[in-house]
């Protein structure tokens, strides 16, 4: 399923965000789920003042920079904070969480009357400088730094004037990488491993395709004296590109119950569904390698009699 191509895109650049969420699903971290950048999109059009008549159709990421907050030892622990002491006097459970500083580009596709008018870019980053995203703060540009200032980038109707606008825009974007969905990888990986393991599930073929994998190659030599010498090196397998897991939505468990039907639900007036994490493979593409906004933006994509709740992107190998 394709979405429609904005008219236009709002370029929020080099933003600079504390201690948002590294811990991005049950199993895995690095970086934030794409589905908070998606809140973030909902949120902020919840927040535009009511003159500003602006719809976001999507939203991509192009990060720059990142600075995990862990200790490097044997293993990767994250850097937790202290919780005062309880009511007994003892030390309060510690719940884990995974802080990182990012430096990243936001791009929104965007359509709507307001996309004309010269001020609506400050107008919306004005408002972004308040919130939160991935649960992070945003900070302002350092003293001394290039200042970078949002931009509202009307692509047009014509496709040549489109392709251009975009061409322009992306050489900006350098240095970056963008995260793009690669649910193509996963299935052909997942096809081949089949023909060797029928009974490979997909999730196998996941974490196959996710962690470093070292594979024993053999090397046939020849002596001085012309005899086959064989030795033995063993190698990380070359993957597609810089691969990585990433949460992609969640599925249904069960039907949906009505609003009040669940005890204890944090909403009483929205309907309840228990979910479970939904994964897939992404990439990090530098953004000189895509051809379109489609390429780079994210999306809703419900399939609710499947019971999918998940997020797409359209972006297409060449």
Same mark, same amino acid.
């Given at each position: ?42 949120? %902020?059009? &919840? #927040?535009?003042?009511?003159?500003? !008549? *602006? ?8 990060? /720059?920079?990142? $600075? ?64 939160r995203i991935a649960g992070g703060s945003v900070m302002p540009s350092l003293p001394g730094r290039r200042h970078y200032k949002p931009e509202l980038v009307v692509l047009g109707d014509d496709v040549d004037d489109r ?5 322009? %825009?992306? &050489? #900006?974007?350098?240095?970056?990488? !963008? *995260? ?8 052909? /990986?997942?096809? $081949? ?110 399939? *609710? ?14």
């Amino acid at each position: 399923m394709y979405n429609a191509e904005p008219k236009a895109l709002l370029v929020l650049p080099r933003l600079r965000i504390q201690n948002a969420n590294a811990i991005s699903s049950p199993m895995t971290w690095g970086f934030p789920a794409m589905s908070a950048f998606i809140g973030f999109m909902y949120a %902020l059009n &919840r #927040r535009l003042p009511d003159s500003l !008549a *602006l719809e976001f159709s999507g939203i991509g990421v192009i990060c /720059h920079d990142y $600075e995990a907050q862990t200790h490097q030892g044997y293993v990767n622990t994250f850097h937790l904070t202290r919780n005062p002491v309880g009511k007994d006097g003892k030390t309060a459970a510690i719940v884990e969480e995974g802080r990182m500083h990012l430096e990243v580009t936001l791009v929104l596709g965007v359509d709507g009357k307001s996309i004309h008018d010269a001020d609506t870019a400050q107008t919306v980053m004005d408002v972004v400088a308040s919130m939160r995203i991935a649960g992070g703060s945003v900070m302002p540009s350092l003293p001394g730094r290039r200042h970078y200032k949002p931009e509202l980038v009307v692509l047009g109707d014509d496709v040549d004037d489109r392709h251009k606008a975009f061409r322009q %825009l992306k &050489r #900006r974007w350098l240095p970056g990488f !963008a *995260l793009v969905l690669r649910d193509d990888l996963l299935q052909e /990986h997942h096809q $081949e491993r089949r023909q060797v393991q029928p009974d490979t599930s997909l999730l196998d073929s996941w974490l196959d395709l996710s962690r470093l994998n070292w594979e024993c190659h053999q090397i046939v030599t020849e002596d001085a004296g012309g005899q086959e010498k064989i030795e033995v090196e063993w190698q990380v397998r070359k993957k597609p590109g810089w691969l990585v897991p990433l949460p992609v939505g969640y599925g249904a468990l069960a039907d949906v119950f009505e609003p009040g039907e669940v005890a204890s639900a944090r909403d009483e007036t929205t309907p309840f569904c228990f979910v479970e994490s939904l994964y897939s493979i992404g990439q990090w593409r530098s953004p000189h390698h895509l051809q379109s906004s489609r390429d780079l933006l994210w999306y809703v994509d419900n399939d *609710l009699e499947q019971g999918l709740y998940r997020l797409n992107n359209d972006y297409q190998a060449q």
